[in-house]
């Protein structure tokens, strides 16, 4: 796939560039360029297109308004000590997008031209990735189906794109949030789409986080379809325990069971952990065992992960069947260990042992 750049006529000015990437918040502003390419059953993919960012326009019977056909990843550049830029692991999200994209009869894009798209565009925006630790740009690759008309069959015209925003964290990672532990609602189950990151698993989570809100929570916590009492996920987030203290403690995370979404960072803590000593577990965990572990002492620190929050500490948890608060209610001291790490990685002020940064520009 070649990329072709047309750089925009009406980039943001500088002095207001600078004021966005200094207090960026989360998906308030976007960059001055965004790419584009099209596939089609017939000849496949066209070459890319980096172009001015800009409203799309389509046919209302385009099937992605009808069917819901579409996917999206969460990936982030980083500033480094010298000055470049570099993307965390950008092939482990271009794998997963070609994963989500065969689950939900989307053509698949190479991975090689995945991470070439993306960098491409961190490259001609480079302007506009934030230097303080803990901020990044974040990029959102996407698919949509394109086809107009509304068979319900999987459509034989894709969009592919791929938009920045300068983003501060997502979470204050000094102040635990507060989950509701959902029994009414599910995020998914076996033989759905929970693997794979499509907006419809957002969508339907959002009545849930509704309900959380109402009940004084940040956030959702999903338990199993079948039984409403094994952990699963966090919001769109994965989750870890920490059992016991210091260097004997046990960094615990649901296993992945085909409707928890494989999560980079879950799988980069579950690295980092060990790097630093700590024993890792993939196990199953229910709500009793969670309760239980809390008022024991057992589990002494939880914290959800992803790429936009990168670690959220967790204090309190509320059901149905009670509250309980981990510890003190406050972020655990390994919690801010395995997070403090893990940026360090990213912003290039520790090692990269395992290659996961890639060089921009």
Not at 141 to 149: D, S
């Amino acid at each position: 796939m070649r990329i072709n750049v047309t750089p925009s006529t009406s980039p943001v000015a500088n002095d207001l560039r600078e004021k966005y990437v200094a207090e960026p918040g989360f998906g308030r502003y976007f960059t001055d360029h965004m790419v584009l390419a099209e596939w089609n059953q017939s000849s496949g993919w066209g070459d890319a297109q980096v172009r001015a960012y800009g409203p799309l326009s389509m046919d209302p019977a385009s099937m992605v308004f009808h069917y819901g056909q579409e996917i999206f990843e969460g990936m982030k550049a980083y500033s480094q000590p010298d000055g470049s830029i570099a993307l965390f692991r950008p092939d482990a999200n271009g794998l997963r997008f070609a994963k989500s994209a065969a689950r939900i009869a989307l053509p698949e894009l190479p991975v090689d031209d995945f991470v070439s798209c993306v960098a491409k565009l961190v490259e001609v925006d480079a302007a506009w990735v934030p230097k303080k630790i803990g901020e990044s740009l974040y990029l959102r690759p996407f698919m949509i189906a394109t086809e107009v008309g509304l068979g319900v069959r999987p459509s034989n015209k894709a969009l592919f794109s791929v938009i920045a925003t300068p983003a501060a964290a997502y979470f204050n990672a000094a102040k635990a949030v507060t989950v509701w532990i959902s029994t009414e609602y599910v995020r998914a189950a076996l033989g759905g789409t929970g693997e794979a990151k499509c907006g419809g698993n957002y969508a339907a989570s959002l009545l849930a986080q509704q309900q959380a809100a109402k009940e004084g929570c940040d956030q959702v916590v999903w338990l199993d379809a079948i039984e409403r009492r094994w952990v699963e996920e966090m919001g769109g987030m994965n989750l870890y325990f920490v059992k016991g203290r210091g260097k004997d403690a046990t960094i615990f995370t649901p296993r992945l069971t085909g409707t928890l979404l494989p999560g980079i960072t879950r799988d980069s803590i579950l690295t980092v952990a060990k790097d630093l000593g700590y024993k890792t577990q993939e196990g199953m965990i229910n709500i009793d065992e969670w309760r239980d572990g809390v008022a024991s002492g057992e589990i002494s620190e939880i914290f959800a992960c992803g790429t936009a929050a990168v670690i959220a500490p967790v204090g309190t948890a509320k059901s149905a069947a009670g509250t309980w608060v981990t510890g003190d209610g406050t972020p655990g001291e390994i919690t801010m260990q395995i997070r403090s790490h893990l940026l360090g990685i990213q912003h290039g002020t520790i090692e990269d042992k395992h290659g996961w940064m890639r060089k921009v520009c």
